[in-house]
């Protein structure tokens, strides 16, 4: 009997002390319900526009007086399940939360839209859910003018002053109109060229300019479906023939070819006087037109070209100028013309004869380097770099002239990246500055000069500036990059 009394008061006491842990656990763990109502969701946006390679902000107001426990976001097809443990992060649950959470778009997402699934939970196990639209058609680019005169024109005074406006303007997505304005000319109609939705539009328009010595100020103005907008001004300054600081070869055809690289077209030719301007410049091909001007983007207003009636002088007039037709391949041509008496020159240098400041041989085994009585066996070469000399992507030569390099693969380049690099030697142990070509303006490369320290002692030209070139790219694509060590003149092209 004692046994059995003695078994039956454990039982009861053990029954009890599992009560009291049960409540007790309860009271540690759980939190007591104010309302019991389920939680309250507001997202900033049910539809989130974006593109691929960009962030989403995923945003919304969640509130429960019982207190939120948690939030999750979910999207398979973007491999999105994520978790927002309110306790853990903040120690107890919230009564309200403000949600805010970045998710990166991969860069080679295809997918044109998602729902992403958004799940709070409160400390009840109460949840409630709300689904968010995120589409592909984000529009965040604003128009490119891919054509447009620069930001200084000048227009020579004559009988009929004339101006010949030309405009290409782009968007990733859709235009919607451009806006061209010119206040100060009298009688000149504001004008708004419609796109339509279209990606790209052209405008051309020949303006009549009073002839008298006069400053105007151009604003064209883009807009896209989107409210994105683009302005670019230009002075245009009506003058007697000038004696022009800055004067480039051009030898592409088409004003849109003037405008598609990076650097280099065209190509910035020397002043050598009042008036007075000397152009070499390395004929690959028989056959090449070329024309000189002193504005970078268009062809117009002036033109220096063969004038039709004499093709003995030059014409500065873009409507009637025949190009300069170089007939001999592979040797460097150079042009000498004075602007003002209309005359001009033209002579031929072999490649032979032609001379660039690089040390050795390329792809020599070059050996006492440093005129110390060492040496160096690694071989000689030089290329495209961006970090140290350790990382050179190596120029191939021209089998025919041995002062033109390019790079053997294609860079590929996205609208809006600014690049940074210079010309260099490769080598292991990282020298700097032992052969290296640096540029004139790092933003606008126009000439690669010699920085150098050791050098052909036959180059005498002084050293250049420790400038790297770091030019915006305006346009997305594969661009191929030439080099010509002969002429100090590099240039990034679309690849063709």
């Given amino acids: ?35 019991g109502q389920d939680p309250t969701m507001k997202m900033a946006s049910e539809h989130i526009q974006t593109a691929a390679g960009r962030s989403i902000s995923l945003k919304g107001t969640l509130e429960d007086k019982d207190g939120i426990a948690s939030v999750n976001l979910k999207c398979a097809d973007l491999n999105l399940n994520k978790t927002i443990d309110l306790i853990e992060i903040y120690g107890e649950p919230k009564v309200s939360y403000d949600l805010d959470y970045k998710f990166q778009i991969q860069k080679d997402e295809i997918g044109e839209s998602f729902t992403v699934t958004v799940t709070t939970t409160d400390v009840g196990g109460r949840s409630v859910s709300q689904d968010v639209l995120v589409t592909m058609d984000g529009d965040f680019e604003s128009p490119v003018f891919t054509v447009a005169p620069g930001s200084e024109v000048a227009v020579l005074l004559k009988s009929e002053t004339r101006f010949a406006l030309t405009l290409n303007i782009s968007d990733d997505r859709a235009l919607d109109y451009v806006t061209v304005q010119i206040p ?28 008298v010595l006069k400053v105007y100020d151009i604003v064209m103005t883009a807009y ?57 410049y390395y004929n690959q091909k028989a056959g090449t037109n070329i024309f000189f001007i002193p504005q970078k983007t268009d062809f117009a207003p002036i033109c220096f070209g063969l004038d039709p009636e004499d093709s003995n002088r030059l014409t500065d007039d873009p409507e009637t100028a025949k190009p300069i037709v170089l007939s001999q391949a592979g040797v460097y041509y150079k042009v000498k013309f004075n602007t003002m008496n209309s005359t001009y020159s033209i002579s031929t240098l072999s490649v032979a004869n032609a001379i660039d400041p690089a040390p050795h041989e390329f792809n020599s085994i070059s050996l006492d380097t440093w005129d110390n009585g060492g040496s160096w ?31 053997p693969d294609p860079l590929v380049l996205e609208a809006g990246q600014k690049m940074n690099f210079v010309i260099h030697n490769w080598h292991s142990d990282g020298w700097w500055n032992y052969c290296t070509w640096r540029v004139d303006n790092s933003d606008a490369p126009e000439t690669f000069d010699y920085y150098g320290n050791k050098k052909n002692p036959a180059w005498t030209e ?29 240039k990034l092209v679309p690849v063709k």
């Fill in 1 to 35: 009997m004692k046994k059995q009394f003695m078994n039956v008061s454990f039982l009861a006491f053990l029954s009890m002390a599992l009560s009291f842990s049960t409540v007790s656990c309860s009271d540690d763990s759980s939190y007591p319900d104010v309302d």
């Fill in 184 to 211: 100060s000319i009298s009688g000149y109609e504001p004008k708004r060229i419609e796109a339509n939705g279209q990606k790209s539009v052209e405008f051309k328009d020949k303006i009549i300019l009073p002839s």
């Fill in 224 to 280: 896209d479906k989107s409210g994105n907008s683009t302005i670019k001004t230009t002075t245009l300054t009506v003058s007697e023939l000038q004696d022009f600081s800055k004067m480039y070869l051009a030898d592409v055809a088409t004003v849109e070819e003037l405008n598609s690289d990076v650097f280099g077209v065209p190509m910035l030719i020397k002043h050598t006087g009042a008036y007075e301007y000397e152009a070499e």
């Fill in 377 to 407: 066996l690694q071989k000689f070469y030089f290329g495209y770099m961006t970090s140290n000399p350790r990382e050179v992507a190596t120029f191939v030569q021209d089998p025919t002239n041995p002062h033109l390099y390019s790079l």
């Fill in 462 to 490: 002084p050293n250049g500036k420790d400038n790297w070139a770091k030019p915006v790219v305006q346009k997305s694509g594969s661009y191929k990059l030439w080099f010509d060590a002969h002429l100090g003149r590099g």
